[in-house]
């Protein structure tokens, strides 16, 4: 028997009837042969953390722009926490902790420079229908590995696809916007509980609010430290999670999901659409716009960028001209943008 064997007979000893088994999976759209040491979903997670999307999380916006400090966040270190918290339930819930793990880990691989910020920058540049969720999705398929994709599971595309929740329900009532497995689910809340504790602490260490102004609704609910509040939430959930009419039921307290979703509304009113930030948004828009604009008319220059980018021949699906530069603006890094709009727009000096 292979290790990977033994593994899946192993989980079929501590994962609950309501969590997804390696061995269970769905597949790959392109069949491959097993790995004899990892799981299908360990295999996901491996491919996800090597590749140049993850990586590139790294030097991408969560908030602030290009912080200087060294303590903000980036991307990176929300996808890990993400992952973190994941894993955390998915084990006290006795689900799939690779499958979590996976993820959480590929959930952001389709984000955009400079945060939301250019995700709305594409939606208006490219189409409406831009969404980072979606991207990601497209990242694991079409554009890593120059255009071989990931071939990753079922079970984790969907976790990746489904995990976006923009300023709806914390937990929806309708089912189609969940992920078909409750490790899907978990993620989805996981990045919630992850975005309201990280960005709380790095818009108070810019001075961008006070700890003073969060509610106190939220603070003697929730707690007044990052551990606090995160434990609170974390535990709220494990506890209150619930077997209904056959189905497990991700939920929590009436009065801690109300803290979380002041707590989100206090953060977008006075952290995303602060003055301070918001200004820094609008000039990032710019710049993509601008380079998006430059790109569509200078194919010559944006073959050789695609080439800089491992891209060069993911457009095997014959994507139109926009689709590629869009693709190609998304997976820009904050530094990258920046610098290639200087390069291109800004004067160089005669010597």
């Known amino acids: 028997m292979s290790i990977r064997k033994q593994y899946e007979a192993r989980e079929e000893g501590f994962i609950s009837s309501f969590g997804c088994r390696s061995a269970e999976t769905k597949g790959r759209v392109k069949e491959e042969e097993s790995c004899p040491i990892r799981t299908a979903f360990q295999v996901d997670r491996d491919r996800i953390v090597y590749s140049n999307a993850f990586r590139r ?32 339930i998915a084990r006290a819930l006795r689900l799939n902790e690779d499958l979590a793990d996976a993820i959480a880990l590929g959930h952001d691989l389709g984000h955009t420079p400079f945060g939301h910020g250019g995700e709305i920058a594409l939606k208006e540049i490219f189409s409406p229908d831009f969404s980072h969720h979606e991207q990601s999705l497209r990242v694991v398929d079409l554009i890593e590995n120059n255009g071989a994709g990931l071939n990753l599971t079922f079970e984790v595309r969907d976790g990746i696809l489904k995990h976006s929740k923009g300023v709806g329900q914390i937990i929806p009532d309708d089912e189609n916007e969940l992920a078909g497995t409750i490790e899907g689910r978990v993620v989805r809340v996981a990045d919630i509980m992850a975005y309201l504790n990280h960005d709380l602490d790095d818009a108070v260490r810019s001075g961008v609010i006070r700890a003073d102004q969060v509610p106190d609704f939220c603070s003697d609910l929730l707690g007044r430290t990052h551990w606090e509040r995160a434990t609170t939430m974390i535990n709220d959930l494990v506890f209150s999670s619930e077997v209904k009419d056959g189905k497990f039921a991700l939920q929590m307290t009436d009065d801690i999901y109300s803290a979380m ?29 601008e380079l998006y604009h430059y790109f569509i008319e200078n194919g010559e220059q944006l073959e050789r960028e695609l080439v800089n980018m491992d891209m060069a021949d993911y457009n095997h699906t014959n994507p139109s001209t926009s689709r590629i530069v869009c693709d190609f603006i998304a997976s820009m890094t904050d530094r990258y943008a920046l610098n290639l709009y200087r390069r291109i727009f800004f004067p160089s000096p005669m010597v």
Request: proline content about 3%.
């Open 57 to 88: 999380l790294k030097h991408k916006t969560q908030v602030f722009l290009t912080p200087l400090g060294d303590e903000y966040r980036t991307r990176l270190t929300h996808t890990l926490e993400v992952a973190q918290i994941s894993k955390t």
């Open 261 to 289: 979703t002041r707590l989100r509304k206090f953060l977008y009113e006075n952290v995303y659409r602060a003055p301070r930030v918001h200004k820094e948004f609008v000039k990032a828009k710019k710049v993509l716009s």
